[in-house]
């Protein structure tokens, strides 16, 4: 059974002039966590917050736990739990008060759930007569999910909970979502950084409001098609340009250190050929290996073939 259902949602903003959601529809199974992958801009923030009551849909229609996202919002708010991309807890208010203040307003109590944020409040709780504002980045991101699930929601929405904390935090973070997952809480979660899509036992890749592909991210790597090499020489900038103007190139882009490329043809010879261009554009230092694509590979080659 689906806890999330969303059914060609769309939302405007600006009388109708900018479109930030473009009939998406998707659903989410129950205990899974289904991610959003996307960079800033791509509607990620106008969706969940939708689906979360907090805006109204100027088309489609969804339903998050068999309810409806507009005519039964009172009811989805008492059921879900919703962690926004910015710090929204009260600065001036303890840890410790931060967390009563959200129980008793779900008509609930710390002891009552404590199970359910134990594992995430026992790495906080040092700092439990800290006020919220003088936590590190990570340390208010795990009081911000433990007042996201302190009332048991069925349902958990996390904008983009990684973005500003360190390596360390966001590990940890995702090893609490997997334990969260592990109660059949379903998470929907948004994130720009493609690393993470693997996380998730299914994604939806997002541009400009629209829906790239929905997979799991090992299928969506699977569905890459054709070969995929890694390329560098001494001169990076320059063998990006010159490999951009190559006959044979299909797709040329960086990745850190090192350029991404397709071939549009692979004959026995064709690695020979790119060598003996790459020596007349008086390139030195040419490594070139196969290599398998990542989700951030399969991304950019679908936002190719939609801008083509």
């Not at 999330?4 to 199974?29: M, P």
């Not at 989805?76 to 962690?83: A, K, L, S, T, V």
């Not at 349902?155 to 997952?181: C, H, N, Q, Y």
């Not at 890694?230 to 006959?247: F, G, H, N, Q, V």
Request: charged fraction near 25%; include cysteine; proline fraction near 3%.
């Amino acid at each position: 059974m689906s806890d999330v259902v969303v059914n060609s949602i769309s939302k405007t903003y600006e009388k109708g002039s900018v479109l930030a959601v473009d009939k998406v529809s998707f659903s989410v199974e129950k205990g899974q966590i289904f991610g959003l992958i996307g960079p800033d801009g791509a509607g990620k923030t106008s969706l969940l917050r939708m689906l979360t009551t907090l805006l109204l849909p100027d088309g489609g229609d969804a339903k998050v736990d068999g309810l409806d996202i507009v005519s039964d919002y009172k009811m989805i708010r008492q059921r879900i739990g919703y962690m926004p991309g910015k710090f929204s807890l009260y600065q001036d208010l303890t840890v410790e008060e931060n967390l009563n203040f959200f129980a008793t307003l779900f008509n609930t109590s710390v002891d009552e759930n404590y199970d359910l944020i134990k594992d995430i409040y026992v790495q906080i709780e040092p700092f439990k007569d800290r006020r919220a504002g003088k936590l590190s980045g990570g340390m208010k991101q795990k009081l911000a999910l433990c007042c996201a699930l302190i009332h048991k929601p069925t349902v958990l929405f996390l904008d983009e909970p990684t973005t500003g904390i360190d390596a360390v935090s966001r590990k940890e973070l995702w090893d609490m979502l997997k334990g969260l997952k592990r109660q059949d809480i379903t998470i929907i979660v948004s994130t720009p950084y493609m690393d993470e899509a693997t996380l998730c036992d299914r994604i939806a890749l997002i541009q400009s409001g629209k829906i790239l592909f929905i997979e799991t991210p090992e299928n969506i790597i699977n569905a890459y098609g054709g070969h995929l090499y890694s390329i560098i020489a001494a001169d990076k900038k320059r063998l990006l340009d010159d490999l951009k103007k190559y006959e044979n190139t299909k797709s040329c882009f960086a990745f850190g250190e090192v350029l991404h490329l397709a071939f549009k043809t692979e004959n026995d010879s064709f690695k020979e050929r790119l060598i003996d261009y790459l020596k007349e554009k008086n390139h030195t230092e040419v490594e070139i290996k196969l290599i398998k694509p990542t989700i951030e590979d399969c991304f950019i080659k679908l936002m190719s073939a939609v801008q083509n």
